[in-house]
């Protein structure tokens, strides 16, 4: 997967870098088209550090660019996903209005460029709630250890197993030993009584 990702990572982040810069070189054909959309929402929120829709579109642009420039490089892709997926959202509510167009061909080509940003969008908030290359270390790192704990289990099984045979072989080997001896002092018992017999056979003779 990581030459996939490798190869990703800068189509990705290409529309955002180039976007910024464009934007960041003449902000001002952009802040004319989102200006009716955007002034009435940002005089309604206070904490914004300004209410100029140009010096907005300069801050999204700078922002565009810092995170396109992350995606690239590949660092911090969740915060750097969400961050992408958040711009998008202006993007949606403002630009590509194809319902307002009244020429066919030029509502189909808004309409197209409205559902890219929405599959982009959907993308990365896919990407962004993937697992982390934290939480990858950490399951792989787990199931590492699950695999060592399964193998020092089995290996102690094999131990015990191991030890329970050569154990079973000794008191084998100790109950043929004793076997054999117990016939060596019977066949012992047997010569000696026989030769006793014949003494006595002599004697009486």
């Known amino acids: 997967m990581r030459p996939i990702t490798t190869l990703a990572r800068p189509l990705v982040a290409a529309p955002y870098i180039i976007t910024g810069l464009e934007t960041l070189r003449d902000p001002r054909a952009r802040a004319e088209e989102v200006a009716p959309t955007v002034k009435p929402i940002a005089d309604r929120l206070d ?4 209410k100029d829709p140009e010096t907005l579109v300069r801050i999204q ?21 969400l961050l ?6 202006p993007a949606l509510a403002t630009e590509h209005r194809y319902w307002t167009e009244d020429d066919p061909e030029r509502r189909a080509n808004e309409r197209s460029h409205l559902l890219k940003n929405a599959s ?13 290359r934290s939480q990858r270390a950490a399951h792989l790192m787990r199931k590492a250890r699950e ?8 290996t102690k099984a094999v131990r015990r197993q191991t030890a329970a045979e050569i154990k079973n072989a000794r ?28 003494v006595m056979k002599a004697v009486r003779r």
């Open 61 to 81: 642009g700078a922002l565009s660019l810092g995170t396109g420039a992350l995606l690239l490089t590949g660092r911090f892709r969740r915060l750097t996903t």
């Open 84 to 89: 992408l997926a958040a711009q998008l959202v």
């Open 171 to 198: 008191k084998e080997a100790a109950r043929q030993v004793r076997d054999a001896r117990r016939q060596g002092a019977l066949k012992a018992a047997k010569a000696r009584s026989g030769k006793g017999s014949k």
């Open 120 to 132: 982009l969008f959907g993308a990365l908030l896919m990407v962004a709630s993937g697992p982390s």
């Open 147 to 154: 695999t060592q704990i399964k193998a020092g289990a089995e």
């Open 47 to 50: 904490w914004l550090p300004t």
